[in-house]
C-alpha cells in the first residue's frame, strides 16, 4: 500500500506562486511514476503535470505549460512549483502514483492518491 500526502495549498492573488509538496509513504514506489491532477467544483478531474513513461521526461497540459513545473528530489518527494497562477487554476490537486505502464494523463491509470489540497486563486 502507497500512502501519498499532499501539503503546499492555500490562497493567493492572481500573478502569485504557490509549491505543493508530495510526499509518499509505506511501499516504495517511483516519484517518477506520480503525477499531479486537479478538479475544480462542477469539473471533472483533469490532468495538470507528471514525467513521461520513462520517467525522463516532464510533461504537462496546455492549460499550464511554461507556468508550472513538476520534479522530486532524492527523498521520494514530488513537487509542483506553481507561477503565475490564475483564477483558473483554482481547484483541488491531488498528487497520484499509477501503474508500471500506465498512461501519464489518464487518471484510471492512477492507482493511488492523496486526499488532496486546496489551491484558491481570487482576481
Known amino acids: 500500500q502507497v500512502q501519498l500526502v499532499e501539503s503546499g495549498g492555500g490562497l493567493v492573488q492572481a500573478g502569485g506562486s504557490l509549491r505543493l509538496s508530495c510526499q509518499a509513504s509505506?511501499?516504495?514506489?517511483?516519484?517518477?511514476?506520480r503525477g499531479w491532477f486537479r478538479q475544480a467544483p462542477g469539473k471533472e478531474r483533469e490532468f495538470v503535470a507528471a514525467?513521461?513513461?520513462?520517467?525522463?521526461?516532464p510533461v504537462y497540459a496546455d492549460s499550464v505549460k511554461g507556468r508550472f513545473t513538476i520534479s522530486d528530489n532524492a527523498k521520494n518527494t514530488v513537487y509542483l512549483q506553481m507561477n503565475s497562477l490564475k483564477p483558473e487554476d483554482t481547484a483541488v490537486y491531488y498528487c497520484?502514483?499509477?501503474?508500471?505502464?500506465?498512461?501519464?494523463?489518464?487518471?484510471?491509470?492512477?492507482?493511488?492518491w492523496g486526499q488532496g489540497t486546496q489551491v484558491t486563486v481570487s482576481s
Open positions: 514525467f513521461n513513461w520513462s520517467g525522463s521526461t
Open positions: 509505506g511501499r516504495t514506489f517511483s516519484s517518477r511514476a
Open positions: 497520484a502514483a499509477r501503474r508500471s505502464g500506465g498512461y501519464y494523463s489518464d487518471y484510471s491509470d492512477y492507482l493511488y
